[in-house]
């Protein structure tokens, strides 16, 4: 562990840090992703991975270990997805409930 908060902290100012561990942990992301959000859409993934360079880019030895670190910040950062996800669905119909909806409107003025 020790050795991951020393990586962690070297990727700070390090982009090829920064990525191979990125590439190395991006399964613990798609597990973070999988385990908050019930799948792992393009769009969940990507909001995962910016949270894990996030979390990177913040960490310091004072807040412990790296890991359980990451994994709060992915957490935070995925609940805000959630909402964003749920506030934009509220105020957007699918071309189904529009199409239905319309089904409906048409019925109602035929009778």
Known sequence: MADLNGRALAARTDETELAA?????RPFVL???IQ???????DAVHAGLTAFAEAVLAYSPDKG?????????LSRRLIDYGRREARWRRGHVSLEEEAGQAAVNAASVQA
Do not use: N
Not at 21 to 25: C, D, S
Not at 65 to 73: G, Q
């Open 31 to 33: 597990s973070e992703v």
């Open 21 to 25: 561990l990125m590439r190395e942990y």
């Open 65 to 73: 270990a790296f890991l359980p670190f990451a994994r709060t910040v």
């Open 36 to 42: 908050r959000t019930g799948g792992a859409r393009e």
